[in-house]
C-alpha cells in the first residue's frame, strides 16, 4: 500500500517521468519475463524499475553468476530500491536510461543479453524515446532481447522498425491493462 501511494505520489511530482499511476501487477511482471531463458543469459538491463517489482522477479529467476544493471532517473525510486537491494549481482544506478554504455564496461558493450523496459516511450519526446531505444538496441548482443511494456499499440511501426521481430501479447490483468512487446535483434 505504501509502494502505491508513494507512486501516486511520484506521478504528480514528475508525470513525464514516471508515466503511469501506480505500479505494474505482479502477473504483468510474469508476462515481461516469459519469454527468457534465464538458465541461458548472463546480462540482464532494467529501465526504469520504480518500485521494483520487476527488479524482485528478476532476481528470483536470475542464475548465481548473472550481472543485473539497473537504471533508474525518478531521485525517490533510486534511493528506495537502491537501500532495499543488497545483492551483488545487482548494480543499481541512479541516471538516464540513454547512459547505458557509461555503465558497462568495454568488453560488455553490445554483449547484454536481456533489456527489460518499463520506460514511459510515448511520453517522452521524440528524440530522447530515439536515444533511449537506440541505447538498449545498440547494448544488446545479436539475437539478444528487448522486451518493453505500454498501454497502447503505439509503439509498434517505431519497434518493428528498429528489431528483427515484434511479438505483442495483451493483459487485461494490469492497471491499466497493458501490451508486452518482445523484441529481438537481427
Ligand atoms: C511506468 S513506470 C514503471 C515502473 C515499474 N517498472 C513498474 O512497472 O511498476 C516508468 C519508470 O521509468 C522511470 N524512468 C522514466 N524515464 C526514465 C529514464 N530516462 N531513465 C531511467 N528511468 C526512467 C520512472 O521513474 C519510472 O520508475
Redesign the pocket.
Known sequence: MANKRN?LK?FFK?R?????V???TRF??EKMLASIDFEKVRHIV??????????DLIMQRMHKDTKLLV????DD??HKLHDRIDDPRVQIIH????NISKYLDEELQNKQDVVIS???LMV?SAP?RKS?VDASYNCLKPKGKYVQ?QYSLQSKKFLEGIYKSVKITFTVKNFPPAFVYSCQKA
Open positions: 507512486f511520484q514528475d513525464k517521468v514516471v508515466g503511469a501506480s505500479p505494474s504483468l511482471g532494467e529501465l526504469g524499475p520504480g518500485t521494483g517489482i520487476f527488479t537504471l533508474e532517473l525518478n525510486f533510486f541516471d538516464s536510461a540513454e518499463s520506460l514511459p517522452f530522447l533511449v511494456f
